[in-house]
């Protein structure tokens, strides 16, 4: 409640019909001028890896024809641990790459900016990939 007062929006992760619904009510507000932090991965888990990435931003961006701005964070896992409510005292390091703009909004240009913005994180970051 508080987060949604705040001007959050949340994506359905588990449903996809819902969060394909969700996804285009962001990019409504993106349209309109709004601005949102995304985090790609869509969860919090214990295993350090840096997991493959949902495309809701990746299509807002893409869509909106605005620039997606990759920003790496290290030190939350330690931070946030996995199962805890509380955080816990850890460095943290955040790192804002260059913007990324789509070469346009099909599918082949969602994956290239994702990929970029992927490539531009995977640098930075001091996890391995957990995709692979």
């Known amino acids: 409640m508080l987060l949604r007062r705040l001007g959050c929006a949340f994506v359905e992760r588990f449903d996809a019909a819902r969060g394909v619904e969700d996804t285009s009510a962001v990019e409504r507000r993106v ?7 995304f985090f790609p991965e869509g969860t919090f888990r214990r295993e350090p890896g840096l997991m493959a990435f949902r495309l809701g931003a990746f299509v807002c961006a893409a869509r909106a ?23 816990s005292y850890a460095p943290l390091t955040v790192v804002v790459g260059k913007p990324c703009l789509a070469s346009g909004d099909d599918w082949q240009a969602l994956l290239q900016l994702r990929d970029a913005a992927r490539q531009d994180i995977r640098a930075r970051l001091q996890e391995p990939d957990a995709t692979t």
């Open 31 to 37: 349209l309109a001028g709004d601005s949102f932090v």
């Open 65 to 87: 024809h605005v620039p997606l701005i990759p920003v790496t964070l290290t030190g939350t896992r330690s931070l946030l641990r996995d199962g805890r409510w509380w955080p």
